[in-house]
């Protein structure tokens, strides 16, 4: 089992900047290298919506449209985490924060932007954007 564990959420100021990361541990037959990695949020009364997701080599990234040019993803394999840096936050940012892992190997609109075909996931984190 693969247990994703984030961290460093919390309350920022409209305008402000967070770094949220995400490591994975647990006894497998696969690296965190082998997974498709991915960001969710959900906010109250709001289904699940997909936020970024990085391949399995680090070299390919996709972000939801809302997010494009203000969040980054990244990983480092060698420590097995990934990471969702959050610049310029907006008050509709404001959401619990999901960090997924998925062991397809295919990074396509179709499979990485639809939460059901990650296998893994964590306990999520609470970011607040004040105004």
């Known amino acids: 089992q693969v247990q994703l564990v984030e961290s460093g959420g919390g309350l920022v100021q409209a305008g402000g900047s967070l770094r949220l990361s995400c490591t994975s541990s647990?006894?497998?037959?696969?690296?965190?290298?082998?997974?498709?990695m991915g960001w969710f949020r959900q906010a109250p009364g709001k289904v699940r919506e997909f936020v970024a997701a990085?391949?399995?080599?680090?070299?390919?990234?996709y972000y939801a449209d809302s997010v494009k040019g203000r969040f980054t993803i990244s990983r480092d394999n060698a420590k097995n985490t990934v990471y969702l840096q959050m610049n310029s936050l907006k008050p509709e940012d404001t959401a619990v924060y999901y960090c997924a892992a998925d062991p397809d190997p295919r990074f396509l609109l179709v499979v990485l932007t639809i939460a059901r075909n990650y296998d893994y996931w964590g306990q999520g984190i609470q970011v607040t954007v004040s105004s």
């Open positions: 647990g006894r497998t037959g696969r690296t965190f290298s082998d997974y498709v």
């Open positions: 990085i391949n399995r080599s680090g070299d390919n990234k």
